[in-house]
């Protein structure tokens, strides 16, 4: 396949909205790390906009329009603007009753602090380091163990709510960190390509995958998110090769999509230091975590969920959280014009992993957003190692956020666990990677 940097790549301008959370990430963290083994390529290409109108299609429509034409427009949602005039509420300035009475319950020897009515065990444990997961056709579970190099597949067959088994699908992989299931695919994001595999001739053995978005550019923030749109397109997002600086390398610092083959590629989104989670809202716009810089104290910039509107530029290296400017690469009029984030967050938080909360055991939180704070690493108060809430009202994000399961970080200062990624089960349980611990949890009915 062709590396995506020898194809001519666009920044679409369209009406388009989608979510970045922003977030502080480092080596400590595991979302800094100059892997060093997947060839650098140089920059071949120039960007270049196009600013046609695109307007919502269906799937149908966005396929016979890629058939056509290599690409395909972005999903829409009407009515979303930016900036937003919620934009600067900090993380859990929201009313009282919108945090529920919690409950403490035991995990691992630890003690969890979760709403009342809600509990939580170890799904499966001894996995490496579990980053992102995925289910598949049947309902199974998929997760990249980064440091093992592999996929592992974790099926409950009796429904007990413990994985049965831990089965490696693929190995030798480059720093995994996401995948997803696709039209009868697994796509792994690997730090320096984008693979798929299948079982073509269904004998229950995946088939040696496939390079289909080769040499990404390594080093740095090293963690390659994928996600598949209701357009049938698939997303990724590859951070900064720094903490901050200029970037040589155009798809440093983006959000990119292309065909389900990986050709056709086009960039929708700059100015995102390290967009390192990807979800798609029930009403088709995508959410995403977008790690912010370090060493401006422990309180700056905040961490921000972003409405991004694909052809917009989202400030990173000069701006940060849509008005402070960079004292190393800003200068006045820095934040003009630069997407505006629809939330603030605790800086130095990680939010990594998003979902959606949804079914009958987090009904009460239905359209809410769930994401997951990895930890700081460099603030003189620790902070993050939870899970948090943010609110929504009518499908549009209040501001507002309250923390929905805490504990793994103690009143010391000390962490027994990182949340990485937070993921809705087709029981309706909700399930927590944990890369610290190498465990993968379940939140349950008590």
Not at 254 to 260: F, L, Q, V, W
Request: contains cysteine; proline residues 7%.
């Amino acid at each position: 396949m062709k590396s995506v940097q020898s194809k001519r790549l666009l920044i679409v301008a369209t009406t388009i909205t989608l979510y970045l959370t922003a977030a502080c990430a480092d080596s400590n963290n595991g979302d800094v790390v100059d892997s060093g083994t997947a060839p650098q390529v140089e920059p071949s290409t120039t960007l270049a906009v196009s600013t046609a109108a695109i307007t919502t299609t269906t799937q149908s429509e966005a396929t016979e329009a890629g058939n056509q034409s290599g690409s395909t427009p972005l999903p829409t949602t009407a009515g979303h603007s930016s900036p937003t005039p919620n934009a600067a509420r900090p993380s859990n300035d929201a009313p009282e009753a919108a945090q529920p009475p919690m409950t403490s319950v035991e995990l691992a020897g630890r003690e969890i602090q979760l709403p009342e009515g809600l509990t939580i065990s170890v799904f499966a444990e001894d996995l490496g380091e579990p980053r992102f997961m995925a289910f598949d056709d049947e309902g199974v579970l998929y997760v990249a163990d980064r440091s093992g190099g592999r996929i592992v597949r974790l099926p409950d067959e009796n429904g007990d709510g413990v994985a049965d088994s831990a089965f490696a699908v693929l190995h030798n992989l480059n720093n995994p960190h996401s995948l997803a299931f696709q039209d009868g695919y697994l796509y792994v994001a690997e730090t320096n390509q984008v693979v798929r595999t299948r079982d073509a001739d269904s004998d229950g053995t995946l088939d040696a995958p496939e390079p289909i978005i080769e040499n990404l550019p390594t080093g740095g923030h090293w963690s390659r998110t994928i996600a598949f749109g209701p357009d049938g397109m698939l997303y990724l997002s590859v951070g900064s090769s720094c903490n901050v600086c200029e970037e040589e390398e155009e798809l440093r610092a983006t959000i990119s999509r292309y065909n389900p083959d990986g050709t056709g590629g086009e960039i929708i989104a700059t100015g995102l230091r390290n967009a390192v989670g990807l979800a798609f809202s029930p009403s088709g716009d995508l959410y995403s975590t977008n790690n912010g810089r370090d060493m401006l104290g422990d309180d700056l910039p905040p961490e921000n969920i972003y409405r991004i509107e694909a052809g917009v530029d989202y400030g990173w290296p000069r701006c940060h959280s849509g008005d402070i400017v960079d004292p190393e690469f800003g200068s006045e009029g820095a934040c003009d014009g630069v997407g505006q984030p629809v939330v603030k967050l605790q800086a130095h938080s990680a939010p990594l992993g998003l979902t959606f909360a949804s079914g009958d055991l987090l009904a009460p939180y239905e359209g809410d957003m769930l994401v997951a704070f990895h930890g700081s690493w460099n603030r003189t108060e620790p902070t993050g190692y939870k899970v948090v809430r943010v609110l929504f009202e009518d499908g549009q994000p209040t501001g507002e956020s309250v923390d929905f399961i805490t504990g793994w970080l103690t009143d010391d200062g000390e962490f027994w666990g990182r949340p990485v990624d937070v993921l809705v089960a087709p029981d309706g349980s909700l399930l927590i990677s944990d890369d610290a611990s190498g465990r993968i949890y379940r939140v349950s009915g008590s």
